[in-house]
Structures are given as C-alpha cells and as structure tokens.
C-alpha cells in the first residue's frame, strides 16, 4: 500500500488542475464532486496506508524522480514517511476533507465557485508536499505553494479592495520569514553539502558541535521562516487581517496547513536546534510571549472570525513553548488537536455568520443557543476543548502536556509554566466571552438561513473528534517518539505532573467563572472597566494587536514611500528627462523651418550654398 503514498499529494492537484482549466464549464455539482471527491479520495489512501504505517520498522522513503543534477547537486522529488509525517498528512487530509464538505454548501451561492476549490485543492496539495518532502528544497517548494494558496484566498472576493489588501499583508509578511528561510537553506548546503533532511541533521550532529555559530545561525534562519509562516511574535500581524476571506478558508489556513508548517519545520530538524540551545530558548519564549500577547488581544475583539484568529496566534505559541522545551512530540499531539477543535470553531461560527446574513459582530447576535442549537452545541465544545475543560475534552491532555513539559524539561522553568497558566486562563476566558456574548442573552439580530447536510456532518465529526481525540494520547505519543526523543530527564521539585494539571483546571474555572461573571450576571462591570480611563487605553492598545501595525507603518513602510517619492525625482529620471525635453526643444525648433513657404526654402537653400562656399574657400 505504501507505493500508493505519492497520489496523497498527486490527486488534489489533479483536482486543482481539472477545475482550473474546465472548471467554468462545469455544473456547480459536478465542481463540488471534483473538489471535496480529490480530497476525500487523498483522506482514503491516507486512512487505507495506516497498517501498513504502523508497521514499518523505519522511516518509507519514495523516490519519483530527480529533480535537476547540477554540478553535485542533485535534490529529488521524493516523500519521505515516517511517524511525524504520517500524523500530518492524515490530519491535513482527513480535516481538509471535512472542511472542503462544508464547504460545498457554504459557498454553492458565491461567485467563483469553480476559482474557490481550485485554490483550496492547491492547497492542500502544497500542504501535503511540505510535509511529505524528502528534501529541504522540495519542501520549500510547498512551503511557497501554501504562500500562494493564502494570498489567492484570502483575496477570493477580490472586488472589496480591504480582502485585497489583507491578501498583501499576509504575502509581505510571510516573505520576510521565507526569506530568512531560504538563507538558512543556502548557509546550510554551502556547509554540509546537501539538503536532503535526514543526510542534513547526520552530518550537522557530525560536523557541528553544540553550540556551533553555524548551527546557531542556521536555526536562528530557519525560525525565522517558521515564525512567519506560523504567525509568531514579531510577525503575527498577518494572520488577524486573514480573516478577509472565506470561513472555510479560514478553517484550513489555521486548522489544518499553512500555520502549521512552522511548528512541523522546527520539529523536522529538532536536530539542528539541539545542537542550538540558546535557539531552542528563543522558540520558548516566543512561544510564551506569544500566546499572552495573542490571548489578550482576543478580549477585546468584536469580531466572531478575529477572536478565534488571535485564538489560532495563542496556540501556536504553545506548541512552540512545547517545541522550545524539547517535548516534541508534545507539540505535535496539540497540533492533532488543534486541528479538530479550530477547525470545529471556525465551521460552527461560519454557521452563524450565514444565519445573521453575513453579521461578524458579536456584540450584534445575542440569544442563538435555541435558535441555532447544531451552532451553539458544536461551537460550546469546540470552545470548551480550546480552554482545555479538564477530563473531558482533548485539548486539555493535548495543552496540560505541554504544561508539564514546559516545568519538567531540563529547557523548560517555573516561569515558562506561570505564562502557560496564565494563557490558560486567558483562553477559558476570551472563549467564554463569545459563548455567552453570542448564545446567550437577547437576540439582536434574526436568524435568516440555516444548515443542511453537507454543514452538519463535518461539524458534528469534529465535534467528536475534539471530545475523543485526547484518548489516543498515550499510543501517540509512543508512535511519535519512535521518530523523535523523548524527555526522559525531569527537573526535580515541588510540581508533580497531578499537581500541574489540577492547577491547569484551577486556571480554567477562574477564566470560566470570570466571564460568567462579566458577560451574564454583571455586564455593568465590564461596562465599567471598559469605560474607564485606564480600561478604554489598554483596550485600544490590545485590540490594535499592541500596535504593531502601527510601529512596522512608521518603521518600514512609511520610511519605503518616502523613499520612493524621492526616487521618483532622483539624478537619473533628471537626465533621461533632459534628454526628452532636448529632443522635445529640437523637434519645436526644427518644424519652425517649415513653413510651406518655396522663397523660403529658396533662400535657405542659397544661405547654405554660399555659406558651404565660404568655408571651403578660408579652409
């Protein structure tokens, strides 16, 4: 089963081909089944090879063919399979499938419904050839394949100039981030020779001792690609305008591909960041700066799609808090559910911004829980699975993994566990806050359509998945650290893992009890914090995402147009000016001879003759 592995990636690009070039052509039917069937024929193999995954001894590498042969240079087109890319590859397929369903319905009224599963099987197809990738070439090639993806669908309704903009952002953005990648990619093939993965982290284990200024440098590039593409402190900002575009491309962007990749990036060449400490530190505390930050942005936003985008910010920080601890295979268990309970989030708020007519403001809707119970059901658990409501849900073994690690990993500290139960309360709070502003209290805004099939079937599977998911912890875990190490060395001290997870829910009931508080029995005391002084300046500042916008305006953009204002007037354009204005003065003067006039000519003609004569006979 293991030789079907290259037509996991192969189908939805079929697909992405098929709809690209005759998709217009086709009925919207006959489009949906192109679209969701090249996904869900990729989630089939994927489910189909899971025997056989299982079984191998090591790592399944196939190769298709060579890519190019130049001068020693010799990258392949080959996947490589193994436990960490196996778990992706069934959650990028499985998940996308499932988003691609909902999607038929969701979007059978939009323009461009053909353009819309083009985008997102090239999608998901990029995702599966990033992290399938045998080689750091190939797998920059997806990289920059999910780059595009972003852009084309965060600017689908590309009429609105504000999606168009947002679509911009996040390609600028990212490429400051790819571009420190693809140093790191040139730094490393000029001092090892190849990049091809598992040859790459042999001979840097070999060659580089820990704490090499190579093996720095060349991880401190690579973050920086994985900071970009997975929304990181300092460069976050794009992900919030992401938002732009369709619901269920906001699902796949932050559920199952794109802001994904950095954590499987860092995770891929562990190696190179063990060799790395003082980066490996870095990875943490981004990731622990991040989630606060991001978690206390989310307070304060009125928007349903931007609440879950800070949301999606402050997660991603975690599995980098866990990836910078060394508890790896930590990092991807939270990615696994993630994946379910985001993408649950974003689908269960998609059915409520079609039933209120395309309304977004939370703060508009009000009193849904019994007008639309199949939203409020499925968007209750994926938010409690979020805030990590302790025994019941997946994502708190997912996330109190991580906490654990986060104080007993020989990288970790008391400090890095404070920021991570804090950001535990921080989201049980902002997630609570959209429960019971949008569910609860009186309804602001009439229901005007609601959910059939192809909607309910992917949410309710989701559903379960972040109910459950956390019941394949411990045969995970063993799975995936037959690839990666394990933390086998635990810091001693007062915490104990029990005491970790009990203070974890402690965290979550306050942030619980604090938006019941807040948002259902005293709404005068938000009012009032948000109407004071203090309260109306940190609202501004954290719903501005602590103007960072407003810093890279005046830092580097504004600074960019003023350049290129004077640019526009520079030495150069002067000459070539000149010279256009020499040929313009030339052209005057000479038409000025011709005035049709035969004495004229005669005259001018006789002038010069005796002129001519003139200079031959003093010559």
Not at 299 to 323: C, E, N
């Amino acid at each position: 089963m293991l030789q079907l592995l290259w037509l996991i990636p192969a189908i939805p690009f079929l697909g992405a081909l098929i709809l690209a070039l005759v998709g217009r052509a086709f009925s919207r039917r006959m489009v949906a089944v192109v679209g969701v069937g090249s996904v869900a024929i990729a989630a089939g193999i994927s489910l189909a090879i899971v025997p056989a995954a299982l079984a191998l001894q090591a790592p399944y590498t196939q190769v298709l063919w060579t890519w190019m042969n130049v001068a020693g240079f010799r990258p392949e087109i080959a996947l490589y399979l193994d436990p960490m890319s196996f778990l992706m590859i069934l959650v990028v397929t499985f998940v996308g499938f499932l988003i691609h369903l909902y999607s038929a319905e969701s979007m059978e009224q939009d323009e461009g419904y053909s353009r819309f599963f083009a985008y997102m099987n090239l999608f998901v197809g990029s995702m599966l050839v990033l992290v399938l990738a045998d080689n750091l070439l190939l797998l920059y090639l997806g990289w920059e394949g999910v780059g595009l993806c972003s852009y084309l669908l965060i600017g689908f309704w590309y009429k609105d100039s504000a999606n168009g903009l947002a679509a911009r952002k996040a390609f600028i953005v990212t490429r400051v981030g790819d571009t420190a990648m693809l140093i790191g990619l040139f730094l490393l093939f000029h001092n090892l020779g190849t990049l091809q993965i598992q040859d790459l982290m042999h001979r840097a284990s070999v060659q580089w001792p820990a704490g090499s200024p190579y093996a720095i440098a060349a991880a401190a590039l690579l973050l920086g690609g994985a900071v970009g593409k997975s929304a990181q402190l300092p460069l976050q900002t794009w992900l919030p305008d992401a938002m732009a575009g369709p619901t269920p491309t906001s699902a796949l962007i932050h559920a199952a591909t794109m802001v994904t990749a950095g954590v499987y990036l860092i995770a891929r060449t562990h190696v190179l960041y063990s060799l790395a400490p003082q980066v490996q530190f870095a990875v943490a505390v981004v990731g622990a700066a991040t989630l606060l930050l991001a978690g206390f942005s989310a307070l304060t936003q009125p928007d349903i799609k931007r609440v879950l985008a800070y949301s999606t910010i402050s997660q991603i920080g975690y599995m980098f808090l866990a990836l910078g601890v060394g508890a790896w295979a930590a990092a991807l268990l939270h990615f696994m559910v993630h994946a379910f309970f985001k993408a649950l989030l974003f689908l269960a708020a998609g059915i409520v911004i079609d039933a209120l007519h395309d309304e977004h403001n939370i703060f508009r809707m009000g009193g849904l829980r019994k007008e639309l119970p199949i939203a409020f059901w499925t968007f209750l658990i994926g938010g409690c699975s979020l805030a990590g409501l302790p025994l019941v849900t997946a994502g708190f073994f997912s996330k109190d993994l991580i906490l654990w690690n986060a104080w007993a990993s020989p990288h970790g500290g008391l400090g890095l566990w404070v920021v991570g139960i804090a950001g535990v309360l921080l989201t049980a709070l902002y997630t609570f806050r959209v429960i019971f502003v949008v569910f609860f209290g009186t309804r602001n805004t009439p229901v005007t359509h609601r959910p059939r099939y192809r909607v309910i079937v992917p949410v309710a599977v989701l559903a379960a998945l972040s109910l459950v998911g956390g019941l394949v912890k411990a045969p995970l875990l063993a799975f995936l650290n037959s690839a990666l190490p394990a933390l086998v060395e635990v810091r001693a001290g007062f915490l104990t893992e029990l005491l970790s997870a009990i203070v974890s829910g402690l965290a979550f009931a306050t942030g619980l009890g604090s938006a019941y508080l807040f948002f259902i029995r005293k709404r005068q005391y938000a009012d009032a914090l948000a109407a004071s002084s203090a309260g109306r300046r940190l609202h501004a500042f954290w719903l501005a995402d602590w103007a960072f916008d407003w810093f890279y305006d005046r830092a580097f953009v504004r600074p960019v147009v003023w350049m290129a204002a004077i640019n526009r007037r520079d030495a150069i354009d002067s000459v070539f000016n000149a010279i256009a204005w020499l040929n313009r003065s030339a052209h005057f003067t000479l038409s000025r001879s011709q005035t049709g006039s035969l004495r004229w000519y005669a005259a001018v003609i006789g002038a010069g003759a005796v002129i001519f004569a003139g200079v031959i006979l003093l010559a």
